[in-house]
């Protein structure tokens, strides 16, 4: 077995202990309205919706390049089959069409080569099996739903998918495929 670090952002847990709390003659704390299970299923639903998104555009991405490509082919060639029959009219027209996506294509460009949206998909399901095991691991250590360790468990993995989502939302803003573009900074 390796002694390198899990390549899904995951630490160990690092979980703090509240064993002592109750030894210290303080009263215990209430747990609030906090269940663990509804928040990492959110955040395990989150996360699939935020997969499905990136796939959603990584098809639009790839639809946009074959049409924009397939017509400026397609123009450039029928411009110059146009041009040999002699019909000046259709070559013009053709070759313009040509011009016009390869303008669009050129105005509107992709991310790059190797998709950020594709390493997107595979990182949150990556991330989403890694908290479902762990969360799963917990459950069968802590048994009962209102245990602090539980809570704690829970709480340190919701930091752990924090941090990677942030880590994701990094490259893929650094992916935009208009830099000129500014964003709407309310989001």
Not at 102 to 122: C, E, K, L, M
Request: positive net charge; charged residues 25%.
């Amino acid at each position: 077995m390796s002694s390198e670090a899990p390549r899904s952002g995951f630490a160990a847990p690092d979980v703090p202990r509240f064993d002592n709390e109750a030894s210290e003659g303080s009263a215990p704390r209430g747990l609030g309205s906090f269940a663990p299970d509804a928040a990492i299923d959110e955040q395990i639903a989150d996360l699939e919706r935020w997969a499905l998104g990136n796939l959603a555009r990584d098809r639009r991405e790839k639809l946009r390049f074959w049409v924009l490509r397939g017509l400026a082919f397609l123009g450039a060639a029928g411009a110059g089959v146009a041009a040999g029959f002699g019909i000046s009219k259709l070559a013009i027209v053709l070759s313009g069409l040509g011009a016009l996506a390869i303008a669009v294509d050129a105005a509107w460009p992709t991310g790059s080569f190797r998709n950020p949206h594709q390493r997107a998909v595979y990182d949150l399901r990556e991330l989403q099996n890694t908290l479902k095991l762990r969360w799963d691991k917990v459950r069968l250590a802590h048994p009962d739903a209102a245990a602090r360790e539980r809570i704690a468990h829970a709480l340190t993995l919701l930091d752990a998918v924090q941090s990677k989502r942030e880590e994701i939302g990094k490259y893929l803003g650094n992916a935009e495929p208009s830099p000129g573009v500014q964003r709407d900074s309310r989001r």
